[in-house]
């Protein structure tokens, strides 16, 4: 009886979600085709701007879709993509601030430099680790990333010219990562430290975590891992890998074949002989290192293919214990942030800000 009345209760519902969309009471929709292992095959489809987003964020989503697309933005001018180098000029007038060509523990960085520090963040220090792929954009990416947050938060941001692909693989960029914390720690304390990076960057900020563990330094205070999660999938994995890519870039990204039983490696260049089960490359799959990380900051998107990764690593981390925050922008795109002119990228600065003071030194 009960089986029957839910029947008829969903068939209800069904029937009032067909009325609802024009149309769709003499045409229903065709059921989609799904495959014995669960694959289901979607048709083309059109998918409009969210209503969610504000103007200037609509008309930023349609102007980045529009220029992603064209070789000619991607192309670097004295290491700076064109796609990037308008917010670039834009930041630097909205956020005065002094910026430091220096090495530390040995790491070549740029130290941005805010023109007063708060005094919460006297004693405090963040370390910025770029996005890139692990292979390029520091110049660009790691002073967008670390301008606004620098500014904006009154505290010092040490971004860091890590080692890349395709001179370099894993695990370089993590070892230089723990040379300039060690020498960090000679001047702050690791509960005073914050580290936070975007795409790569994320990446790298939890591979830096589980390698602090690994080789005994402390933990730092906090830690962002933006565009990115812990894992390291091919494409991040998970259904935005294949979902959301679409909308947010304007083309789907490269999905290469399904790896064979027992495969280790990945087809980033810079994990090529990595082992995608190695804790020192994707967290997540180690619920040990999971609970030792420091309170963990995931930033995402609905059309960034790093959303299933990072809602994974938010759903890891809460289960092994740790205080963790996932804030999703619907309707943005990977990497949104670089430009400061929208109030959904304002929105993200104040999230990161707020959650360092809120961490660091606690």
Not at 27 to 49: E, R
């Amino acid at each position: 009886m009960w089986q029957r009345a839910e029947h008829r209760l969903l068939l209800g519902v069904f029937a009032a979600i067909l009325l609802a969309i024009p149309g769709s009471a003499q045409v229903p929709p065709p059921m989609l085709p799904v495959d014995g292992d669960g694959t289901v095959h979607v048709p083309a489809m059109d998918v409009p701007v969210s209503e969610f987003l504000s103007p200037e964020g609509k008309a930023y989503l349609v102007d980045h879709l529009n220029r992603v697309r064209r070789l000619d933005q991607l192309k670097q001018v004295d290491g700076i993509p064109v796609l990037l180098a308008g917010y670039l000029e834009r930041q630097r007038t909205l956020y005065p601030l002094d910026k430091a060509d220096t090495t530390v523990g040995g790491v070549h960085a740029f130290v941005y430099t805010p023109k007063t520090i708060a005094p919460s963040n006297a004693k405090r220090v963040l370390i910025n680790l770029h996005g890139g792929g692990f292979s390029g954009c520091w110049l660009a990416c790691g002073e967008l990333e670390s301008r606004p947050v620098a500014a904006l938060g009154g505290i010092k941001v040490v971004s860091l010219d890590y080692r890349e692909s395709p001179t370099y693989e894993h695990p370089a960029a993590s070892e230089d990562v723990a040379a300039a914390y060690r020498e960090l720690l000679k001047t702050y304390r690791p509960e005073n430290i914050g580290i936070y990076g975007c795409s790569a960057g994320g990446m790298l900020t939890g591979m830096s975590v589980a390698w602090f563990q690994k080789h005994g330094l402390p933990r730092p205070g906090a830690v962002g891992v933006l565009c990115s999660g812990l894992t390291a999938a091919d494409g991040f994995g998970g259904d935005s890998k294949f979902t959301a890519m679409a909308a947010g870039e304007g083309r789907l990204s490269f999905i290469p074949p399904a790896p064979a039983p027992g495969a280790k490696t990945l087809t980033m260049a810079y994990l090529a002989h990595a082992d995608v089960n190695d804790p020192q490359v994707a967290p997540a799959v180690s619920m040990e290192v999971l609970a030792k990380f420091p309170p963990t900051l995931m930033v995402t998107t609905t059309r960034g293919f790093d959303m299933s990764s990072a809602v994974y690593a938010h759903s890891r981390l809460v289960k092994a214990g740790v205080e963790a925050e996932l804030h999703v922008w619907d309707g943005m795109f990977h990497g949104f942030f670089y430009n400061p002119d929208v109030p959904e990228s304002r929105e993200c600065y104040d999230v990161i800000v707020r959650f360092f003071d809120r961490h660091l030194g606690k």
